[in-house]
């Protein structure tokens, strides 16, 4: 899974393979990453509904 | 900032805080505490002195030695120690122990083996010392140095001994017999081309190490 | 929110990320993954140094050479020994498993006496010293209350240092009732006693025979010493030889063989002597060997001037293959094909003895099968059977016998093998059972020692066996392992196994040169046991007296050391001692019949010539009442002789053999469908001595009217991995005493099957 | 490392039994049983749930009584070499638990890296692969004959025959100590084919013109087991009956003997 | 508390009808954990597998599972690339069905392990040539995946939503859904194909064999096709079950008929591709190992021609038709029939490309290797159902999964 592990093989196979699993990976934990900081931005910033309906 | 914040509902602050304080302990607990917790320790039957055994017998191989089939000796049976210490040979108090309860009740003496392989390993040493012509430090370091026997680390989950995982929680070494796992025998026979000839990964095949 | 539950909250969150960063989950999950390499409770041998011990393997009379593969004081594996002439490096599965023996769970690991009722299993350990003065003391109750002769003894071997104690220990003690296992070894030896005047064991050149001509014999199921047989079979294929099968159902030998011969069961003998009749009328014979090396070929005159039908006279007025087809079920063109083939042949060979010849047989049988061989020449020559000498290096000087003794020995044997009836035979162990129980010889049995047999459950009939051990007020076993008959005991002496013991092994059954062998301690003494010889010289010292005196060596082992001699140093050095320039001996010397000669058996045998050979040898049981015929049959994979299948074995036996706890009777389906049975139904299988719940198995290999049962099933006493599976099928068969020899020669009983 | 690495020609091991040789007697497989520590329970009357490495298979010609026939045929892993050692089984083990090695031609099993998924057992269609569903137990002092040069299967791993291969590390221990290159056909040999009191089967290498069993693979009766499913087994079998030929793989009802190709 | 949770504007059934079914369904689910549990302590001997049935009833359900839960990843494709916005009264109820059905593959992938504690060597040791890896990595990411599609769902909790920070998370995870649903789709094609590559790869298992390009076998293909056809029709099936159950209705006919269109024309051109693949399979790839296609499908006292009808006709010409006619989808009968069949022919697929595979003999002196499962077995099959419908009860009463529910079921009084 990672470049170190014993595994691992710098050939076709596995550059598609984990290609696209770093690719997935990464659009996953970025689109997280991005939507979680921007709430805190966003509740920091005081946006969104107030919560005392 | 934080300043700023806390004026403005005054709980910024505090969660900050908490969670500092969260990840510090955390923190605390896994670098510190849960080695602690995680290995425990053994003495050796009773100190052995690697240093004066080399002035007197002048090589490993002396003690450590291949018998004819090629297989390794590795630690010395009592029979091999009886042949100088049949009686007290100095006036150490291991010497003293070595002799009154052990050659004397002809006991194997249980020594704590710190590079013992798990049992899934097979290793040869002669691949290594004869055909390798490697040096004995290289894997075991220099205990053909020591006067005295470090405590026997290990691990309490596994049972293995520490000097397998090595030292260093982040699993990292300066020496080459800081660490005795799979990716760092790999790692040798990488770079000396040790049969290179997986078919899965190009690399080590699994039984050149494994039984 | 609240500020509180936020900041818990926090909190937790910190934590989360801090213990993520630290090594706790990562070597946590990674520990937890190598503790399931080996789990704690996972054993790991322990490696050490590698050492190999020769030896001889003992489990069965074949005396393989083997060599025991060892780390450090541990025995790790047994493996055939390379070079030796027995098996040259290949061993059986019995052999190849035998530390499951020395290391298994039904190992008696002291001198126990027992404690609760008989077979219950309660025990008490004892001391050496205790046990030996508790046997010493009984016996020697027995003997000064004039019954010596009430004390039986069972051996399993017949030769040897170990059964010939046993044998003086009787002799002094003043029993006559020693008893030895009984094999088709046993037949042979009458059959050769006839028919070369010699008291010899055959040998069977097997390796170097061109055309085999096997009846019923278990060439690969262990029939004689079973890897030597597997090597010569072997050598068969290698060279183009034949092989030619006579046997009623598909054994593995049958199959192998090139040409299979389905013969209707216990009618081999007249197979043989239809085949003798067409080289005879064919003028096929080996008319050298007749005309010079043998008599009663034509028809004689004794010394009285009575005349004798010889037996061209013999087999020509009723044996013709038109007749015994007709009795045999083989086809007559057959019959002849296989005679011409036969003597055609450069070097042919007949056998006999059924399966892995466990059980001695119809001595009509042996002999006209070995009159087949002497027929074409086969005797004494290359790929022929030669008459080998009995081991004779046991030469004590004779006990001397007191009052007591003298009395005791001139008493009538329990057995029956006594001069009148069966004056060839010296034990019959299938006779004992039915002696006690009907009290023929005159007095009762109180006592009796076995060692390296287990009557209980190789002999015949076990109900009757049973009964009489019931009878017995006292049983002493010599046995390394709970089995059946030590169950049964009153007091256990265990053996070393012989992996740990040292003791002479003579001659392997059927090898055509002298060897005598020697087992040696491979591993110590595991637990507190004792060579046998020692146990049973230590209850004679005990005991004083005449007794007492037979026994003069320190201990066995300067016994043995004594009795081999010169060829002690030999056998300590390479375990084992072969005569290896060993050749039969010319023709000179090479019968000892009245005649110098081989004697065709019409003239050999002069008790109840007029038995009608034409007619199957009767086994029990109407067919009114049992329609079908049982057969038992053997397998390499199963143990049937004392000794059971170890753990390993078990694991080999066949999935149309045996179900969970359920044997398979083989049935051919044409049987099965007039029964209304189908495969794997449960059936109850009676026969005239008792019954058994089998399940049904179609085979092919079988003819109809014939059903089979595997040997070696239906232990009760040995270890989980084989007791209460399957059926013993000595349970449901019963003895036939045949009417020369004395001993049994049943190849099945009659029998019959139903839905259960 | 200071000395050069020992530079020898590629190994194929691999395995011919003689089928008309081999008498079903079981020796070979109770003498794989011990060299490899293998487990027993009490019951192994069921063999789906049975481990022997080597299985001895009973064939029949399927014919009535008397003309029926029986052959055994012992049945250790192929090590299929498939295509470029992409054998059915390895190609499939998702940690690469099981590895096809170059040098030896062995497929290996590594019980502490599996996790006991099984694929690789539906991808083997000899069945050679066992799963470990129980603990492995021995009653007290059996461990005693343990071997050390083989480790011990725990619960919820698959095994299978490895060709002996610690026999091959052993021997060449001592081809090390002694200072040769090469081991000799007789220093490496599987425990089955040692047992085997028939001499029926010859162990070696298929790629060394000197062994055994390179001449024996061409045998005219030599076939191997469902070969045309593309396998490339090292298992190579001889038997002169026909039926038992065609029993070693599937054949159309109007097809003819396919016949074995040596690789 | 408990009507403080549920979502304004609906109606839910009293409480204690609620705990009721919850309890009930819950002694299920306990007998399953029950299972699962004795499955990890004492080992998977606790099933009758074998050596030779290596896979069996677990393998059987988890790609059963998946294929239904394909309608959250086609119903996202749907929605987010392809812009069929109206399944957006859908979608939710897609993903809750898929994350239910894609957790419980993860949960019987971990009981079906002989080594449950070493699992994660697939991911770390991953042999990327095997297609179980494949299955595993793609599986784990679209469950991640449907795990953040499921989040801001339960964010619109009522309760929650009032938190300041979960309302925003809830929004801003929204905004981006696409992307995510873009990643689903592209990891959904490839592990529903990879789970068709299992068997499809297996060459020396003839019956399961198959040709195709590259590295894919034409199973990867025809299983990726099956599930986004299938996928769908289980969805529109536990809407359907879901609305007998509550008694009201949550989705409009409009769009579930949408959504049986697409799957009708789907299963159309799924089982045109399935029968072509049979056809080449038994003419060519069969007789090159020396089968005939009868020999898979007698001998035997369980699989013949019939499962092969079963799976093709009955499970997939037959709803394909009726869905893509418009009166067949229209009517609610035939629709429910529809679905039912073509859920059925999915999950006799799987079991074909699982059981079946193992229970043929490939050596000719074998026979046929029959299995039934252990009463384990069957418990932690039925485990994920169990679990399914709790998570269906929690997830229905308390959030708002239904956009269209307040339309078509107007409360008339808003509860207090």
Known sequence: MFPFSFEWIWDMSHMVFHGGLWYALSIIGLGMTYCILKSVVDTVQGKGGDGHH | MSTVKAKDDGAGGFIILFFILGFVASMILGWIVFPKLLYSQKEQPFNFDHAIHMDMVGACESCHFFRDDGTFSGIPKLAQCIDCHQDVQGFTKDEEIFVNEYVRNYREVPWLIYSEQPDCVYFSHSAHVLSGGMECKTCHGPIAETETSRPYEYNRITGYSRDIWGKSMLGLKKNPWDRMKMDDCAECHRENGVKQNSAQTHKGACFVCHK | MNIARRSFLAFLIGGAAGTALSPLPWKLTDDLSIWTQTWPWTPVPPDGEYSYVNSVCTLCPGGCGITVRKVDNRAVKIEGMAGHPVNDGGICILGASGLQLLYGPRRVKAPMRRVGERGEGKWETISWDEAIAAAAEKLEGIRSAGNPQGVACMVGDRYGTVPSLFERFMTAYGSPNFMSDAAIEDSYRITLNLMHGKNAIPGFDAGNADFVVSFGSGVIEGWGSPVRMFLAHGKWKDENKTLVQVEPRLSNTAAKADKWVAVQPGTEAVLALSMAYVIIKENLYDKSFVAENAAAFEDWRDDEGKTYPGFKTFVLNGFSPADASKVTGVDPSLIVSLARSFAGAEKPLALCGRGKGNTPGSLHEFMAVHALNGLVGAINRPGGVWAIDVPDYVTWPKPGLDEAARAGLEKPRVDGADGGAYPYTESIISGFADGVNSGSAGYGVEALLVSGANPLYTLRDAQAVRKAFDSIGFVVSFSSYMDETAAQADLILPNHTYLERRQDVPAPFGLNMPVIGMSRPVVPPQFDTRQVGDSLMGIARKMGGSVGDAFGWESYEACLKETMGAAWETLEKDGILVKADYAPEGWGEAFNTPSKKFQFFTGAYRHGENKDLMSQMKIEGEAADFPLILIPYDSMRLASGPVADTPFMAKTIEEDVLIHDDVYVQVNPATAASLNLREGKVAELTTPVGKARVRVHLSEGIGEGVIALPTGLGHWANSKYIAGKGVNVNRLMSPVADPVSGLDAAWGIRAKLARA | MKKAQEHTAPKKYGMVIDLDKCTGCGACMAACMAENNVPFREDETDKNLSITWLRVYKLTNGKKFPNADVCYLPRPCMHCEGHHGHSPCVSVCPATATDYSYDTGIVSQIYTRCFGCRYCMAACPYHVRYFNWWDPVWPEGMEKMLSPNVSVRTRGVVEKCSFCFHRYQIAMEKVRYEGRAELAEDEYQTACTQACPANAITFGDLNNHDHAVYKLKTHPDAFRLLERLGTNPKVYYISSREWVRRQGDNYLENEGKVVAKAH | ?416
């Open chain 5, 1 to 416: 508390m408990d009507t403080a949770l549920i979502p304004e504007g609906r109606k839910r059934c009293p409480l204690w009808q609620f705990v009721l079914f919850i309890a009930v369904v819950g002694a299920v689910l306990l007998w399953g954990v029950y299972a699962m549990i004795l499955c990890w302590l004492k080992g998977l001997n606790q099933t009758n597998m074998n050596n030779a049935y290596g896979f069996a009833l677990w393998i059987w359900a988890d790609l059963a599972v998946i294929a239904l839960g394909g309608g959250a990843f086609f119903s996202g494709f749907l929605k987010y690339i392809i812009g069929k916005d109206e399944l957006k009264n859908l979608i939710n109820y897609a993903v809750i069905i898929g994350f239910i059905c894609y957790s419980s593959a993860l949960l019987i992938l971990a009981i079906d392990i002989g080594q449950p504690l070493r699992g994660w060597f697939i991911f770390w040791h991953a042999n990327v040539h095997s297609m179980l890896t494949e299955v595993a990595f793609c599986l784990s990411c679209y469950f991640a995946v449907l795990t953040i599609e499921f989040i801001p769902l339960i964010l619109e909790n009522r309760q929650i939503d009032k938190v300041r920070f979960f309302h925003n998370l809830s929004h801003n995870m929204h905004h981006i859904m696409a992307v995510f649903a873009a990643t689903g789709a592209f990891l959904s094609f490839f592990h529903q194909g990879s789970l068709g590559g299992v068997a499809g790869v297996l060459f020396a298992r003839p019956f399961g064999f198959r040709e195709g390009v590259l590295i894919w076998p034409w199973t990867f293909f025809l299983f990726t096709w099956s599930a986004a056809a299938c996928g769908p029709c289980f969805t529109i099936l536990i809407t359907k079950i879901t609305e007998k159950v509550t008694r009201k209705k949550l989705v409009k006919d409009n769009v579930i008929e949408l959504l049986a269109k697409i799957s009708g024309w789907m299963l159309l051109t799924y089982i045109v591709a399935k029968i072509i693949d049979t056809w080449y399979w038994a003419v060519v790839t069969a007789p090159e190992a020396g089968f005939t296609m009868m020999d898979f499908y007698s001998n035997n006292p369980l699989y013949g021609l019939w499962i092969l009808f079963l799976e093709i006709v009955l499970g997939g010409i037959v709803p394909a038709l009726i869905l893509i006619t418009p009166a067949g989808r229209k009517n609610k009968a035939t629709l429910l029939l529809a679905t039912v069949l073509a859920v059925i022919g999915v999950c006799v697929n799987r079991w074909v490309m699982v059981l079946q595979v193992l229970a043929v003999p490939v050596m000719p002196f074998e026979s046929w290797f029959m299995y039934a499962p252990s009463w384990q077995e069957v418990a932690t099959t039925i485990l994920p159902l169990a679990y399914g419908a709790i998570l269906i009860a929690i997830a229905h009463r308390y959030l708002p999964i239904f956009p269209q529910e307040p339309e078509l079921n107007p409360v008339e009084q808003q509860a207090g």
